[in-house]
């Protein structure tokens, strides 16, 4: 018998490896738990959204109504919807959140549960309907519709008798959510007079039914379960702004975990991002004395809210009329004019590219050149799980120097919120610095306009290898800071 050829046995193993490595596809790594849902991944790259706040205090020039308003007062001879959403259109807003009813009790619906509504109005002889025509609207524009159903009601008596009040509210859950179609957001709150009657409120059925009714909904509370309150009502999240955060640590109305909503939990075992909330005026409601914010004013509160991984919730109130005032119409348009002008060119397209390492080598799919594309969840650039600390990505002119004075990160949090540390630094000279980035962070340099030959961004501490979807490097026309920051120079 012949001896075995050892040397071809040997050839034929290693071909069967080399063809075995040249076949496999790099992977994306595993994800970092918890992650978002699918409405809340949707939810998040909305970005900018619009609450209005309408019904008897619009008349009544306050805040909290008494309950005790008779509906007669209620008579926006000029309303239309229309207009509501065209101003949301123009601003960029793809979802509006309309109060249904306030604390007052007043209903913007005919609901059959209650005369204290629409039905007892001379508005249209009694026979209209806000929140049908505020969905329609929506509709029409290709906007999503949301509400918002006050749980602490001044007018009606079964309020403060638990089983009652629980079925009544419930009862006009069911109305709004099986009457109106598709409702993308829904907001519950704890806001309650000090001397208000006791009332248990029983979210947990409250929850169950809206998810029973409209699958794909995001309930919006102190404590969730799909988007959280950021803690105040000035529209500013915390420098650090985890996603995460542990549910069971938090309840509807409670004043202690204010700082705990506001930053978030690293550790927290459940996705629950942060909606920041605030008007465009002082008052939430429409009073006659009162302007909108500057536009100033207004880009702060954004590089506060959805430059801190949150998604910033702008409260438009209509006026007597039924119409959002023009003053109100024109700021939103400065304002979205501001947004595009800073961020519609990314003067880091024009940069060679270089990274600490890419997952799977050159050709492995997640090289630094995915930062650039239009894709800011699902491509990214991953550095080699075998590069365990000091990740860094750096951008260079192709000529010249580059000039900026907003930089923007953003992570793939399709795959979990990483980034726990970053740093940035401009030929070797740090010019900002900061924690989370989460959906979107945004840096306006506090020394304002500059200029270099290099912009290194360095990941200083993540939980497990940081995965960027996209970078960004924009100039604001309008950014004038006051003071200069001294820089730290690195070799």
């Not at 000279?429 to 020394?447: D, F």
Request: proline share 5%.
């Amino acid at each position: 018998m012949a001896e075995p050829n050892n040397s071809l046995h040997i050839f034929t193993f290693l071909l069967l490896l080399f063809q075995l490595a040249f076949s496999w596809k790099v992977t994306p790594p595993l994800p970092i738990l918890p992650l978002p849902s699918y409405s809340q991944l949707k939810w998040q790259q909305r970005e900018i959204i619009m609450f209005l706040h309408f019904g008897v205090n619009t008349f009544t020039d306050s805040e909290w109504g008494t309950g005790l308003e008779s509906p007669s007062i209620f008579n926006p001879t000029g309303l239309n919807a229309n207009q509501w959403a065209d101003a949301a259109a123009q601003a960029g807003v793809s979802l509006m959140i309309l109060t249904a009813k306030h604390h007052d009790g007043f209903c913007l619906w005919p609901s059959k549960y209650t005369d204290h509504s629409v039905i007892g109005s001379p508005w249209k002889n009694g026979l209209g309907d806000v929140v049908q025509e505020f969905v329609n609207a929506a509709k029409a524009r290709d906007i999503d519709a949301g509400l918002y159903l006050s749980p602490w009601d001044r007018h009606d008596r079964r309020y403060g008798h638990v089983k009652l009040y629980n079925e009544y509210y419930l009862a006009q859950l069911q109305e709004l959510l099986n009457r109106y179609g598709s409702v993308r957001e829904i907001w519950f709150d704890g806001a309650k007079g000090s001397n208000a009657p006791n009332m248990t409120y029983d979210f947990r059925e409250w929850f169950s039914m809206v998810k029973e009714l409209q699958s794909s909904i995001n309930i919006f509370s102190d404590a969730g379960p799909d988007i959280r309150w950021v803690g105040n009502e000035k529209g500013y999240a915390g420098s650090t702004c985890w996603s995460t955060i542990n549910a069971t640590s938090l309840s509807i109305g409670n004043a202690s975990t204010l700082d705990y909503l506001n930053t978030g939990d690293p550790k927290g075992t459940n996705w629950l991002p942060a909606e920041c909330d605030v008007s465009i005026r002082t008052g939430w409601f429409w009073h006659k004395s009162q302007a909108p914010k500057s536009l100033s004013e207004l880009l702060d509160i954004y590089y506060k809210s959805v430059g801190r991984n949150c998604v910033l919730l702008l409260n438009v109130p209509p006026n007597t009329t039924g119409l959002i005032s023009e003053s109100d119409v024109r700021r939103l348009k400065q304002f979205r004019g501001a947004i595009n002008t800073i961020f519609s060119t990314n003067l880091a397209e024009n940069c060679s590219l270089e990274a600490c390492s890419q997952r799977g080598g050159e050709n492995g799919g997640f090289g630094p050149k995915n930062v650039l594309d239009d894709d800011h969840l699902w491509t990214y650039w991953a550095p080699s799980e075998k590069h365990k600390e000091n990740y860094w990505i750096e951008f260079k002119p192709k000529s010249g120097k580059i000039k900026f004075n907003v930089i923007r990160i953003q992570e793939a949090i399709g795959l979990g919120q990483r980034i726990k540390k970053h740093e940035i630094y401009v030929d070797g000279i740090k010019v900002a610095r900061g924690s989370t980035v989460g959906y979107k962070r945004l840096h306006r340099l506090e020394m304002g306009v500059v200029d270099g030959f290099s912009v290194k961004i360095k990941i200083v501490k993540a939980k497990g290898i940081p995965l960027i979807s996209s970078i960004g490097l924009h100039f604001d026309p309008s950014w004038k800071p006051k003071g200069k920051v001294i820089s730290q120079r690195v070799n």
